[in-house]
């Protein structure tokens, strides 16, 4: 599985926006996928995970009602909606993809894509 995100970009605080992950390879839907992001001098951390079905989805305490992750299996394709965006949002996200159902950690992943750069400004 090969990953393409996309959608980044700088936005002022309480912004939104829409993260893209694009998949190739027919098993695309059989993998649960996440997103995680990394900030400057800090370790990657998780953000949110959604099953491979779409049925079930988990997200971080700190983005918890403000992001939602969803998929689209048909066009390969997994978003992060992100909404009231803050400062300390600022980070690369990345998208991965792994078959332990619903994982936080990234050591779980099989598969990531390159990151796109989300910056919030005050």
């Known amino acids: 599985v090969q990953l393409q995100a996309s959608g980044g970009g700088l936005v002022q605080a309480g912004g939104s926006l829409r993260l893209s992950c694009a998949a190739s390879?027919?098993?695309?839907?059989?993998?649960?996928m996440g997103w995680f992001r990394q900030a400057p001098g800090k370790e990657r951390e998780f953000v949110a995970v959604?099953?491979?079905?779409?049925?079930?989805?988990s997200a971080a305490d700190s983005v918890k009602g403000r992001f939602t992750v969803s998929r689209v299996n048909a066009k390969n394709t997994v978003y992060l909606q992100m909404n009231s965006l803050k400062p300390e949002d600022t980070a690369v996200y990345y998208c991965?993809?792994?078959?332990?159902?619903?994982?936080?950690?990234?050591?779980?992943?099989?598969?990531w894509g390159q990151g796109t750069q989300v910056t919030v400004s005050s």
């Open positions: 991965a993809a792994t078959k332990v159902g619903l994982s936080r950690r990234s050591v779980s992943y099989d598969y």
């Open positions: 959604i099953s491979w079905s779409g049925s079930s989805t």
């Open positions: 390879g027919r098993t695309f839907s059989s993998y649960d």
